[in-house]
């Protein structure tokens, strides 16, 4: 079956770093998007990765490791304004995305 | 400015009524999909569609219903038959259509269907 690990919920501060991780199973793999979502509201883009390795945008990175299933994101200088759900989401062999649960990320000042 | 626009943001429905949520883009996106949200769990497909005039069901598509008669509009239904209908519903486009890379998502900002 096809599955997303990612943590429920994650605390940081003001100004620090923080990493979401996300493990995946799927059938077939398209890459793997990352989503901000503010509660109530629409999810956005935030990143896709599709080879190995680090892609950097602003404040956020994503990271991915096909051959462990598995991406993280990164936040640097955090700020209040980050404060949401992070949705980890591959592509399987259909470009279908499977969606993981969500992180919800609050920060603290 | 282009976007999806979803109507309405919150709708209230008796035990047994139909209702229809609107889902209109003008971004000129080929595709256009329904999803489901609920706490704790990760969107759900109802229906997707490439093209016009064709659509498919997604992973929970059971008492739900759509159309695709315009590039711009992919209404939902969700019917009598839907047995837990109270969710938080997204509707999302993205530029291509046919059997590839499908791209990214924009979605719109959501319908709340509450079912007294």
């Known amino acids: 079956g096809q599955n997303i690990d990612q943590p429920t919920e994650m605390t940081a501060t003001e100004g620090a770093i923080v990493q979401i991780n996300c493990t995946y199973q799927t059938s077939g793999f398209n890459g793997l998007f990352w989503y901000q979502q503010h509660a109530g509201e629409a999810p956005t883009f935030l990143s896709y990765n599709v080879l190995d390795g680090l892609e950097e945008k602003g404040r956020f990175s994503s990271f991915l490791s096909r051959s462990k299933g598995y991406s993280y994101l990164l936040l640097k200088e955090l700020q209040m304004k980050d404060s949401a759900s992070y949705l980890c989401?591959?592509?399987?062999?259909?470009?279908?995305?499977?969606w993981g649960a969500g992180t919800k990320l609050i920060i603290k000042p | 400015d282009g976007g999806i626009t979803q109507s309405p943001k919150y709708l209230f429905r008796k035990e047994g009524q139909n209702v229809t949520l609107s889902c209109e883009q003008n971004l000129n996106h080929d595709a256009m999909y329904w999803y489901r949200q609920d706490p704790g769990q990760g969107l759900r497909l109802i229906y997707y569609?490439?093209?016009?005039?064709?659509?498919q069901k997604g992973d929970i598509a059971e008492g739900y219903s759509v159309s695709r008669e315009k590039k711009e509009s992919f209404p939902l239904t969700v019917t009598s038959a839907q047995k837990n209908p109270t969710a938080f519903y997204l509707c999302?486009?993205?530029?291509?259509?046919?059997?590839?890379?499908?791209?990214?998502?924009?979605f719109g900002e959501g319908s709340r269907l509450t079912v007294l």
């Open positions: 569609s490439q093209i016009v005039n064709d659509f």
């Open positions: 999302a486009s993205s530029i291509y259509g046919v059997a590839g890379v499908t791209g990214e998502l924009f």
């Open positions: 989401a591959p592509m399987d062999s259909n470009y279908q995305l499977i």
